[in-house]
Structure formats: C-alpha cells, structure tokens
C-alpha cells in the first residue's frame, strides 16, 4: 500500500454528496457512495454506512429530497435528488473551497520556494 | 436561518418518531448491501466474498445507524429521557429515601417561596397605585412622636400646595380614623361602619379610577356641597351584594344622608397602606374649612414631578416652609420639619430589616436542607458504588455518570419544589386572611409569577448545590476497587465518611446559628411581653356605645352615669367605666403645660389625652399612684380637673408634687391636677410611655365612647345582657361585638409575634434536620463498623465502652459545629442587635439555652445508633461477611 486512504474532513463528505447529485441526477446511497468513491479513485477512506448521516442532515436542510423508487433492475431503493436550495447552497460552499485550496496551494507553493533559497 | 429552523422541526418530529424512522433506515441499509452484493457477484466474486466485501466497505453497521439518529433526532434530548427514566426506576426502587428526600425538600423550598412572597409583596413589589415611585410621604416633626407630632395644619397644606414646585400634585387625609364610630342605617339593625376622611384629590393623586361612578366633583369637597361618599369595593360587595344601581342613591349614615357617587376598585386597599390591620368601608371628602382651626389634623401624600426626587422636594421644603411661616402663620412649629420619603419607604421601610433576616433564615434553612440531602446521597452513593462501577466499566463516561447523577437531583429538587409551592400556597393563604396581622400590604400576598420563578430558582440551585459534591465524588472513585466485592472499612469508605463529617459540622454550625438567632428573637418577644403596660389587659373587655347628649354635658354626664349603673349592676361584672379612647388603639395629643411655666413653640407640649368617666382606671386595672379618681361631682360647672400620668408630672412638675398644681393647655380654663396615675404604653409596647393626661367625660368633650368592662367571666357570655342594657337605654344603639382589652395587645406585638414565629419554626427545622444529619452519619459509620465492633466486643469491650465510643464521635462532630455556629452567632446577632428588645446580642442566657438544646439533641440522635451498636452479637458481625 503505497498511500494512506484520505481521511475526509468535516463538511466534505456534504459537498461532495451535493455535487454528486447535482451531476448525476436522482440516485440511491449505494449509487451516491460508490460515485464518489470512483471518481476519487478510490483514494478516500469512506465508510459507505456514514453516508446515511450525511444524507439525512442534507435532507432535513431541504438541500436534497428523498423518494423510494425501483432501481434499473427493479430493486426498491430510496432515491435522492437535488433541491434548487441544494444548488444555491453548493455553488456557495463549492465556491467556498475553490478559494480555500487556491489559497492553501499559493501558501504551500511559497514554502517550496523558500527551500529552494 | 430558514434550512436551520427547518432542521429545528424536522429533528424534532423525528425524535417523535424513532420507530418508523428506524425500520426506514434499517430498509434502506438492506437495499444498499443487496446491491452491493450484486455487483461484486457482477465482477465474479464468489458469493461469501461478494457478501464479505459489501460488508467491509459498507463499515459498521450499528455505528452507522447511530450517526444517523445523531444527525436526525435530539441526541441530547434523547440522553436527557434515557437518565430520567434510570432516574424515576431508581427513585421508585429507594421508597424511603425519595420520600424523606422530598419532604426534606418541599419544607426548605416552601419555607422560601413563602418567605419571599411576603417580602416581595411587602419590599419588593410596588405599591398598587399609578407611577407609584413618584408616591412620596410627608411626615412633620420630622417623623417623631405621636399623630399629632407627624401631621400638619390645614393651611400648611394649603399653602405648601400652592408655593412649592416639586409636586404635580399634594393630598392629605385625615389619619384620625373614624373606625365603627358610625352607623349605617335604614338597612337592618344599625351597622358600626368605618371611613377615612380624605382631600378631594386624593384618589386623583394615586392614581384610581373608580370601578364604578365618578370620584369626588369639586363642588362636593367644600361646606354645604352635596354630601358624597365613594364605597371600598369589600364594603360595595358585602354590603350592597356589588350592585351598581347603588351609586347615585343616598344612604343613611347616624342622622345624614349621603350620596354613593362611586365605587373603588378592588385593588384599592386603603388599610393595607396607611392603616395596616384596619379595613375601611368608605371615604368622605373632607371640608378644610371645618377642620382648618382644629390643629395638626392632615397626613399627606405628594405626587413628584416627573424627575424630581424625594431630597430634592425635601430641600425645597427646607426653604420654603420657613418663609410661609415667616410670612404670617406663627402656629407652625412641628410642620415645619418636614421629612420627605418615598411612600414605599413609609409604609415598608421600617420592616425592611425584619424582613431581610427572615429571607437570610429562610435562606440558612435551604443550606441546611441541601447539606442535609448531600449526606443522603453520599450515604445512597456508597451503597451504589458497583452499579456506577459497572456503568462506568460498560463504557459510560466520567461526565455521562454526573449527568445522571446532577439528573437525579434535579428531579428530586423539582418535586420537593412542586410540595414546597404547595406549602407556600398553603401558608400565603392563611397569612393572606390574618386580619389581626399589622402589617401593610400582607392581604395581597400570594404565589405569583415572580415566586414561581423564584422556586424554579431557588429547585434548581438546591439541585446543583446537594448533588454536585455527591457527584463528583461517586464517579472519581475507583472503578477496581468498587468492583471488587466492596466491603466496608476500606480508604474510600474513611474518605467518604471524612466528607460527611465535615457536612454534618457543617449543618450543626447552620443550626446553631438559627436556633441562636432565633432564641433572641424569642426572648426580646417574651420581654416585650413582660412589659408594664399600665393596665391589666386580661380579664378586660370594651364595646362601643352610642349615646346622643345634644352636646350639653350635663345630660351627658346623666347618661354617662345611667349607663355605668345599669352595666356595673350585671352579675358578673366587676368594675365598668368609659373613656373615648383606647390605649394601643387611637391617640390624640393636646398642649399640657404647668401654669406659669414660659411658652416656648420650640418646646414640644404634647400630651395623649383620654376622656374618661369615672371607673375607667378600675374596669382598666391601671394603678392609681397619687391623689384621688374622677367622681360624677367633677361637673361642668365645677373646677376643672385632670389626671396626669407619671411621664407627664416628671414633664411638667419635676422634683415637685403635681397635685393641686394648675396645668394649661386642655380645654379652655387652667385645669387642676387631682391625681398622679401610672404610666400607660398607648402608641407600642416597645416605646416608653410618653405624657399623658386624662380628663373627665363630665368636663370634657369625647369622641366616641369605649365601654369596658371587668369580669372574669368570657365576654361573649355577657354581650347579650350588655347589649340589651345598652339598647334599653338607647334603641339606636348599634350591633358591636365585645373586644378583649387583650386582643389590643396582641394586635400591637402581631408584626412582632409574626417574625418570631416564623423564625422559630426555622429554628425548629433546622434543629431537626441537624439532628438528622447527625443520625445519619453515625448510623452510617455504625453500619460500617459492624465488623469492627464485633472484633472488638469478641476481644473483650464492654456494651458500655461500645456505646460511650460511638457517642463520643457524635459528641465531637456536634461540639465542633456548635463551637463553629456560636462563634458565627456573635457576627449574626450584632447584625440583629436593632430588632432586639431589652436583651443583649450577646445574652448568655440565651447563647446557653440554644447550645444546650442543640447538645442535647445531638446527644438524642447519637444515643440510637449507639445503643445499637453496643447490641452488637459479635458472632453474628463476624460470620456475616
């Protein structure tokens, strides 16, 4: 095992299932978490059962909805999907991040640059 | 904000409704490890390993569903019913302790809340009146002496009224209550009715609207308006059974006829302001014109202006009552020192120190209380050490064990507190209808609003202070050792008992300080008690009588006499006579001088009058000390004659012998003095007489008359015979009842007996609670000591070294309390010295008595566990463990 799996810090685990949601539609917990552990290329350490927590605290926000359905071979699930609040408040949060690791790559940068010296 | 209200709701409705949520997730987490499952099938796993790997990445499952209540429900809500509910099994479980627990706590919290009932009615509260901090009270002579001293003229009224800038407005009335003087007729048998006389604007002033009707117009505050009256709403109620259609009518009242114009409303209490323990049935404008030559005959009353304080308007009056008196009006003297205060400060101020050392026992009570039930609990704890063992080793942490436990607490202290308001319900109501009680205001006492926050307050803080010591001890202990079969005798159990020691002194020291506190109390009461009143009160009774001499007193005097002959001729009664005036009861002062001596308006000359009938000092018991009593041939047209008490012959005459001295200054002649009598307490039992002149009703004008009479049979056993004398001779005679001479006593030390009550039943409290919490640790250390005991009796210890052994240990914690609460004492009882009444802080007597009581109750509630510990069977004690 060359790298340790990436330890998720409070608040991701919300950004990301938002995100997910928001790119692909309406999905069940499995679909979500396996999404995000596939676009991460498996480099998160994600307990897929925690998902649950997040999902629910999502929902209570009104940032996602839930329904049960059938899945496409035909298994009763329950779907999530994006509310218009969901999208207004990940384009903050999204937003939010993008200028957090710009800063903290210009930070890092500056300190390579000061072991150069 | 929204998505957290929205949380808010959506948390809450799933804290209702944890089943289907929980069936709904345990539904969803199925279908997430079936398709798992499926998939790995998909990418060629065996189906063990399919299962096993869904399994692995899912993560654990319990953990899972628990985050997900975490994030869905009241975590902290759902701890909080988990502890409640261990809390009422394990409450249920301990019968005795919870009961004592509670009582324990409903008497301390009770006490309180209805201690601070009466102070917040009596101190705290504002008075019922409109702007009430803008009320001010304005006392002549700067507040000392006698009604006379303290009220001021007509004109100084008048005059203060129109010149001064600090009041919005100035009232008065008249505080020579005329209390069953008169008679309401026409409805029934003539009814004795009691009314104040008051300015027109007096109710203006306050601040009062009627309830119903108008208040007084201007045209019937002056001679020969129409003649109105406004009813008290009690009086409206008991009288006219509250029908409004009475206003506008006239009533009967002795031989005038007045107007009803209004109704006051029921928050208006005049008694319970101005005339603490009195009710007045109705108010009468009053004709300054009348009553402008009389004399100082107004009490007053200002409403400050807005932003004007009392030592502002008191300054004012500094300068300017002088230059109205200056300018033409050289009668005023004691008006012109005025004192100005705030009305609240009138009519509480004087009890403010009472009342907050009954807060500061009430509140030594509540300590007692809450050290008491930390010994509970610490001896609970001990015998629940491996249940807290066990859930601390099931993974409960150190703060989840003191939640539990500050839970108990809280639920304890909560039902104590819900007894304790029932108590305070129960004590505020009964204090509610004393109305022989002279305090102002006491009638509207009650559990309000702010008591019950007090009692939240005063639950939750008992709460905290008994459990947390108890807390923090049990979950510090040690898990091992507790776990391990805990027998007695081992460091813990000596620590523990350390702890409880130092609690027990502690609640001895508390105890001492109360029982002492209250044993000066106690005794200043006896003393006032014991005081020489000058009469006989026992044994006495007056009632009032009702004649018409058409004010010529010679047919008064034939009345007078008729009356006496008739009454004293009963079988039964010993001695009977008249004055208009009771001691203890109303007062009015006139000028008395020894002829000759040098009139100076800077001298005070006042002296109570009473005008009697012969037979007065016998019916009172007073004691005659020089010269002869008044008898029916002191006529009008005779040399006018007084009698002078001692306090006014060492006034007047001193180093001389006042009789056959002339005196001016009462009635219109020189009068001469005849006798020398003993000195009466008119105004308190607690003030030293001050001068005081009689003078005969054949000579003089009375106001009013007061039968009283001697007999050693119970007044209610003559009042019909009485009465029917009475009615033979006067038909308009009105239907009063006998009051005991005793119960004008009584009414005088009421505030005083009030106090002393209530701290002594205090006192008592805590004397049973240290006692005990004394039980309880020597008990307990008995309990613990079985072992011990035995081992001791078995190597040869007497039942008697046994017992002397357990109650020296009692005797040590109870001396060292006591040793600690007397010296306390010393501090508290000079803090008291004011409310004392000749007895000394530091009065050994009562310092002995109280530290006897205490030792000896000590001794009593250590004298049980040792007796049952010199009883021990050393077999048995060792075989047992």
């Known amino acids: 095992m060359a790298e340790s799996k990436l330890d998720l810090m409070k608040g991701t685990l919300d950004l990301m299932v938002l995100q997910t949601l928001a790119a692909m539609g309406s999905l069940h917990g499995y679909g979500i978490a396996r999404r995000i552990e596939q676009v991460s290329a498996d480099k998160v350490l994600l307990n897929q059962g925690t998902i649950y927590a997040a999902l629910v605290r999502l929902q209570y926000r009104g940032w996602i909805s839930a329904a049960w359905g059938t899945s496409a071979k035909n298994r009763r699930a329950k779907f999530y999907s994006i509310t218009r609040n969901g999208r207004k408040q990940l384009a903050e949060d999204a937003a939010y991040w993008r200028r957090l690791s710009g800063v903290m790559g210009r930070v890092l940068a500056m300190q390579d640059e000061g072991a150069k010296l | 904000m929204k998505d957290r209200l929205r949380e808010a709701i959506s948390r809450l409705r799933a804290f209702f409704h944890k089943q289907p949520l929980d069936h709904e997730l345990d539904a969803e987490m199925a279908a997430h490890l079936e398709l798992a499952i499926e998939e790995n099938l998909q990418r060629g796993l065996s189906p063990a390993e399919a299962r096993r790997q869904a399994l692995v990445s899912f993560g654990g499952v319990e953990q899972a569903k628990e985050q997900h209540r975490d994030a869905r429900g009241l975590p902290a809500l759902d701890v909080l019913m988990q502890d409640l509910r261990y809390t009422f099994r394990t409450l249920r479980r301990d019968r005795a302790f919870t009961l004592i627990a509670v009582l324990i706590l409903g008497l301390g919290i009770g006490a309180n809340v209805a201690v ?21 009270w304005l006392a002549g002579n700067n507040g000392v002496g006698g009604l006379s001293d303290v009220t001021y003229r007509v004109d100084v009224y008048e005059e203060f009224q129109r010149a001064n800038h600090s009041f919005q407005d100035l009232t008065a009335f008249v505080p020579y209550y005329s209390l069953s003087e008169t008679k309401l007729m026409g409805r029934g048998e003539p009814r004795p009715v009691s009314f104040v006389w008051v300015a027109g604007n007096f109710f203006e002033t306050l601040g009062i609207r009627p309830a119903v009707g108008r208040l007084f117009m201007p045209e019937e505050c002056v001679r020969g308006g129409r003649k109105a009256i406004l009813l008290s709403y009690a009086f409206w109620r008991r009288q006219f059974a509250a029908n409004p259609a009475i206003v506008g009518q006239a009533i009967q009242l002795d031989d005038e006829s007045v107007t009803v114009v209004g109704v006051l409303p029921p928050t208006f209490d005049f008694g319970a302001v101005f005339a603490p323990g009195s009710k007045m049935d109705f108010f009468r404008p009053v004709f300054m014109d009348d009553i402008r030559t009389w004399g100082h005959m107004l009490s007053l009353v200002g409403r400050l202006k807005p932003g004007v304080t009392a030592a502002q308007a008191q300054a004012e009056s500094k300068i300017l009552l002088p230059q109205l008196k200056d300018s033409g009006n050289p009668y005023w003297s004691t008006d012109v020192q005025t004192t100005i205060t705030g009305l609240k400060d009138h009519v509480s101020g004087k009890l403010r120190r009472s009342l907050v050392v009954l807060w500061c026992g009430v509140g030594l009570i509540l300590l007692i209380v809450c050290v008491n039930l930390s010994n509970l609990l610490l001896a609970r704890a001990a015998t629940r050490s491996k249940e807290f063992a066990m859930r601390s080793a099931l993974g409960a942490g150190r703060a989840r064990l003191i939640r539990q436990l500050l839970t108990e607490s809280l639920v304890l202290a909560g039902t104590g507190a819900v007894l304790g308001l029932g108590f305070a319900f129960a004590i505020t109501t009964y204090l509610a209808h004393q109305g022989s009680i002279a305090l102002p205001l006491l009638d509207s006492v009650r559990v309000d609003g702010a008591a019950l926050a007090w009692t939240l307050l005063v639950a939750v803080a008992a709460a905290v202070l008994f459990g947390l010591v108890p807390a923090f001890k049990v979950s510090g202990g040690n898990l091992q050792e507790a776990l391990k079969d805990a027998g007695p005798g081992m460091s813990q159990g000596r620590k523990h008992e350390r702890l409880r020691a130092t609690l027990v002194i502690s609640e001895v020291a ?6 002492i506190g209250a044993g000066l109390l106690l005794r200043s009461f006896l003393r006032v008690l014991d005081v020489d009143l000058g009469f006989q009160p026992s044994h006495a009774a007056a009632i009032r009588v009702d004649y018409d001499d058409d004010g010529k007193a010679a ?33 009015r002062s006139w000028d008395l001088r020894a002829k000759g001596k040098a009139f100076s308006k800077d001298v005070n000359d006042d002296a109570f009058v ?5 037979g007065y000092f016998d019916a009172m018991g007073m004691h005659l000390r020089e010269g002869r009593d008044f008898n029916w041939h002191d006529t009008d047209d005779r040399e006018h004659v007084i009698i002078v008490n001692e306090a006014a012959a060492r006034r007047e005459w001193p180093g001389e012998d006042p009789i056959g001295r002339l005196a001016e200054g009462i009635g219109q ?71 005991p001479i005793q119960q004008l006593v009584d009414r005088a030390t009421s505030p005083r007996r009030f106090f002393v009550l209530l701290v002594a039943s205090f006192a008592a409290l805590g004397l049973i609670l240290a006692s005990l919490g004394i039980y309880g640790v020597i008990s307990y250390s008995v309990t613990r000591q079985t072992q011990e005991i035995g081992i001791r009796m078995a190597l040869g210890a007497t039942a008697g070294k046994v017992q002397w052994g357990v109650i020296r240990n009692t005797l040590r914690l109870a001396l060292l309390g006591i040793a600690l609460g007397t010296a306390a004492s010393f501090g508290v009882a000079k803090g008291i010295a004011s409310l004392l009444f000749g007895t000394e802080p530091t009065d050994p007597a009562t310092f002995g008595a109280m530290i006897l009581l205490l030792s000896a109750v000590a001794l009593a509630a250590g004298y049980i566990p040792a007796r049952r510990a010199s009883r021990i069977d050393p077999m048995i004690a060792l075989r047992s463990n």
């Open chain 2, 116 to 136: 601070f009932s009466v102070v917040n009615t009596i101190l705290l509260r504002p008075l019922p009146f409109h702007d009430p901090q803008q009320l001010t």
């Open chain 2, 510 to 515: 508390l105890a001492c300080v109360l029982l």
């Open chain 2, 555 to 587: 047919k008064r005097s034939a009345i007078l006499q008729e009356i006496l002959g008739r009454v004293g001729a009963i079988p039964g009664i010993e001695a009977a006579g008249i004055s208009d005036m009771l001691p203890l009861d109303r007062n």
């Open chain 2, 610 to 614: 009473y005008i009697v009938t012969p």
């Open chain 2, 669 to 739: 002649k020189d009068t001469r003095v005849i006798g020398v009598i003993s000195d009466v307490r008119e105004s308190s039992l607690e003030d030293s007489s001050g001068p005081e002149v009689y003078v005969p009703a054949t000579q003089g004008t009375p106001e009013g008359a007061e039968l009283v009479v001697r007999t050693k049979l119970p007044p209610d056993v003559l009042a019909s015979s009485v009465m029917s004398t009475l009615r033979s001779l006067n038909p308009g005679q009105p239907a009063t009842e006998f009051r």
